[in-house]
């Protein structure tokens, strides 16, 4: 409906300003005459009518041809060469006008030389072609511009909604392989704990397929789903680890991207250390959210014999990703290696 009505006023627009040119030739000046042309011989009328259509097709050649078809599409040369050529061709055909008249009629005296016929005719007749050729380019490439950007952010966020509906596609391959690994591990323990970790599981593919289908979810229950996560992860490591966990959110209307934090932790879990004394073993996770921005501290110790942090990399590599397509300008990301601490910095500043 806005497009309709745009065109509509554009069209107004060309209607109005054309008409006002018409109604000023033909009416406005009724006393006026030039170089012998005059209202009396009508030669003035006729002088004005080529005079105006010529502009007319300057104008027009520039707004319906040249500038939508070379100029914007960066194609310089054949914009000026498309641009001399009619140029050329239309102040040929009103100067041959201008002079066929002035001779047939004896306007000028038969002597005048072709400096006077140029100064008196052609001279004038360039200057206002001139003006209505960049008049017509003037009021194309504006909308023209617009167009084409309005069409590459279009574009540009197909492509982002396409690599971000594929990445996110990645995650529950990604998740459900981690957590199917976890909770086959678990059996060998605990089969009844095994069980009901297994049905804590369910929920969190629940959340993934059912939830979290949309661009934006409630930060608190993203924050739920990470703690049920880490839930499982203490049921399944048990007394063999030590965790610190502070997930807080005052809130309760942010919102952030789905499943966006969640690979950090799982790979806090994943590479864990495995030393005898579980003191060593420690798991940190610091979320919180105070003002529009929201801070992530995740450290997790990991065995440097093994060094097995690269292993399993599609996360990382998949929310970082993310981040940049979601949150451009907007986040700072640094994972750091200290020895056999392995650290994820995560802040996201909302708007």
Same mark, same amino acid.
């Given at each position: 409906?806005?497009?309709?009505?745009?065109?509509?006023?554009?069209?107004?627009? @060309?209607?109005?300003?054309?008409?006002?040119?018409?109604?000023?030739?033909?009416?406005?000046?009724?006393?006026?005459?030039?170089?012998?042309?005059?209202?009396?011989?009508?030669?003035?009328?006729?002088a004005?009518?080529?005079?105006?259509?010529?502009?007319?097709?300057?104008?027009?050649?520039?707004?319906?041809?040249?500038?939508?078809?070379?100029?914007?599409?960066?194609?310089?040369?054949?914009?000026?060469?498309?641009?001399?050529?009619?140029?050329?061709?239309i102040?040929?055909?009103?100067?041959?006008?201008?002079?066929?008249?002035?001779?047939?009629?004896?306007?000028?005296?038969?002597?005048?030389?072709?400096?006077?016929?140029?100064?008196?005719?052609?001279?004038?007749?360039?200057?206002?072609?001139?003006?209505?050729?960049?008049?017509?380019?003037?009021?194309?490439?504006?909308?023209?511009?617009?167009?084409?950007e309005?069409?590459?952010?279009?574009?540009?966020?197909?492509?982002?909604?396409?690599?971000?509906?594929?990445?996110?596609?990645?995650?529950?391959?990604?998740?459900?392989?981690?957590?199917?690994?976890?909770?086959? @591990?678990?059996?060998?323990?605990?089969?009844?704990?095994?069980?009901?970790?297994?049905?804590?599981?369910?929920n969190?593919?629940?959340?993934?397929?059912?939830e979290?289908?949309?661009?934006?979810?409630?930060l608190?229950?993203?924050?739920?789903?990470?703690?049920?996560?880490?839930?499982?992860?203490?049921?399944?490591?048990?007394?063999?680890?030590?965790?610190?966990?502070?997930?807080?959110?005052?809130?309760?209307?942010?919102?952030?991207?789905?499943?966006?934090?969640?690979?950090?932790?799982?790979?806090?879990f994943?590479?864990?250390?495995?030393?005898?004394?579980?003191?060593?073993?420690?798991?940190?996770?610091?979320?919180?959210?105070?003002?529009?921005?929201?801070?992530?501290?995740?450290?997790?110790?990991?065995?440097?014999?093994?060094?097995?942090?690269?292993?399993?990399?599609?996360?990382?590599?998949?929310?970082?990703?993310?981040?940049?397509?979601?949150?451009?300008?907007?986040?700072?990301?640094?994972?750091?290696?200290?020895?056999?601490?392995?650290?994820?910095?995560?802040?996201?500043?909302?708007?």
């Amino acid at each position: 409906m806005m497009k309709k009505t745009f065109k509509s006023w554009i069209f107004i627009a @060309h209607f109005t300003f054309w008409g006002a040119h018409w109604s000023l030739a033909f009416l406005g000046f009724k006393n006026l005459s030039w170089n012998g042309f005059s209202i009396e011989n009508n030669l003035l009328y006729i002088a004005f009518a080529y005079g105006i259509l010529s502009n007319m097709l300057l104008f027009y050649w520039q707004y319906f041809f040249t500038v939508p078809c070379f100029f914007i599409k960066n194609k310089i040369s054949k914009f000026l060469l498309s641009t001399i050529l009619f140029f050329v061709l239309i102040s040929s055909a009103e100067g041959y006008l201008n002079y066929y008249y002035t001779i047939t009629n004896n306007v000028l005296d038969e002597g005048f030389t072709f400096f006077e016929f140029f100064i008196i005719w052609l001279f004038p007749d360039f200057v206002f072609n001139v003006f209505y050729t960049f008049l017509g380019f003037l009021f194309r490439f504006p909308l023209e511009y617009f167009k084409s950007e309005k069409i590459k952010q279009e574009l540009l966020k197909e492509t982002h909604n396409s690599e971000l509906k594929y990445l996110k596609a990645q995650l529950n391959p990604h998740f459900l392989f981690n957590g199917i690994n976890s909770i086959y @591990h678990l059996i060998e323990k605990n089969s009844a704990l095994a069980k009901n970790t297994l049905l804590q599981f369910s929920n969190l593919l629940r959340y993934q397929l059912y939830e979290s289908g949309t661009q934006k979810i409630a930060l608190n229950k993203e924050l739920g789903y990470i703690l049920q996560y880490i839930e499982i992860e203490k049921i399944r490591k048990g007394d063999d680890i030590i965790l610190v966990c502070d997930i807080a959110n005052k809130n309760e209307k942010q919102q952030i991207a789905p499943l966006l934090l969640i690979p950090f932790i799982e790979n806090a879990f994943k590479h864990l250390s495995d030393d005898d004394n579980p003191s060593k073993n420690r798991v940190t996770i610091f979320i919180k959210e105070i003002d529009k921005v929201l801070t992530c501290k995740i450290e997790n110790t990991f065995d440097l014999q093994e060094n097995n942090q690269n292993v399993g990399g599609i996360g990382l590599k998949n929310v970082q990703r993310r981040l940049a397509l979601l949150y451009p300008d907007r986040h700072s990301l640094n994972i750091i290696q200290k020895g056999n601490v392995y650290q994820v910095f995560l802040k996201i500043y909302f708007k």
